[in-house]
T-cell receptor
C-alpha cells in the first residue's frame, strides 16, 4: 500500500511558466515532508522541506505548500527553467527519531525552452 | 568535496553470487542508509544505521546484510544474489539532528542474471 503518492508520472511546462508538482499521503503520522530532485545518473539531492506545523515554506523559486486536512502537498517552481528538468520525489517521515523516509514514485518534469 | 562515494558504479552478477556494495562518506555523518530504486517504485529503504555498531532494518531488508564498524563506511552485502535484486542502489548519509535531509551517492546499477 503506497503511503506517499505522486499520481503524475510526468509533467511538461514552458520555460518561464509555473511548474506545480503534487503529492498525496495516507499516513496521518507523517509530520515532516521533503522534496528531492534527481538528474539522470546522479543521486537525489535535497530541495526543500516543510514541517506539519507550517502550511508554506519558500526558498527562492521553490515553494512547498502543505494541506494537512487533505493530506496533500505541492511544490511550485516559479519561473521554471530548463535546468529544472529532472525527476522530483516527494518524501515523508513520522517525526524526529523515525529515521525512515517514505518516498513517492517521482514525477519527471520537462521544462521546454 | 567527496561527499558520499559509492563503488562500483556498475556490476553484473550471476544468480547465487555474493558481493559487497561499498559506501563511504567524509562528512562525519552519524546516519547512513541504503535505498534501492526500481522502475515505477520510487526509493525504498533497505537498512540504516545511526552510528558505528548500530544498524536496523528498513522496508525491504530481506536478502541484504549491513554492518557499521566505522562512522565513515556502511557496506551492503548481497549473500546470494537473485534476479529480484536487479536495481539501482543508493547510499545516503546525514547528521543525526537532521536525518531526513539526506546526502546521496551517485548510485550503483546492479544486474543479476
Amino acid at each position: 500500500d503506497q503511503q506517499v503518492k505522486q499520481n503524475s508520472p510526468s509533467l511538461s511546462v514552458q520555460e518561464g511558466r509555473i511548474s506545480i508538482l503534487n503529492c498525496d499521503y495516507t499516513n496521518s503520522m507523517f509530520d515532516y515532508f521533503l522534496w528531492y530532485k534527481k538528474y539522470p545518473a546522479e543521486g537525489p539531492t535535497f530541495l526543500i522541506s516543510i514541517s506539519s506545523i507550517k502550511d508554506k515554506n519558500e526558498d527562492g523559486r521553490f515553494t512547498v505548500f502543505l494541506n494537512k486536512s487533505a493530506k496533500h502537498l505541492s511544490l511550485h517552481i516559479v519561473p521554471s527553467q530548463p535546468g529544472d528538468s529532472a525527476v522530483y520525489f516527494c518524501a515523508a517521515s513520522s517525526g524526529a527519531g523515525s529515521y525512515q523516509l517514505t518516498f513517492g514514485k517521482g514525477t519527471k518534469l520537462s521544462v521546454i525552452p | 568535496n567527496a561527499g558520499v562515494t559509492q563503488t562500483p558504479k556498475f556490476q553484473v552478477l550471476k544468480t547465487g553470487q555474493s558481493m559487497t556494495l561499498q559506501c563511504a562518506q567524509d562528512m562525519n555523518h552519524e546516519y547512513m542508509s541504503w535505498y534501492r530504486q526500481d522502475p515505477g517504485m520510487g526509493l525504498r529503504l533497505i537498512h540504516y544505521s545511526v552510528g558505528a555498531g548500530i544498524t536496523d532494518q528498513g522496508e525491504v531488508p530481506n536478502g541484504y546484510n549491513v554492518s557499521r564498524s566505522t562512522t565513515e563506511d556502511f557496506p551492503l552485502r548481497l549473500l546470494s544474489a537473485a534476479p529480484s535484486q536487479t536495481s539501482v542502489y543508493f547510499c545516503a548519509s546525514s547528521p543525526l539532528g537532521n536525518a531526513e535531509k539526506l546526502f546521496f551517492g551517485s548510485g550503483t546499477q546492479l544486474s543479476v542474471l
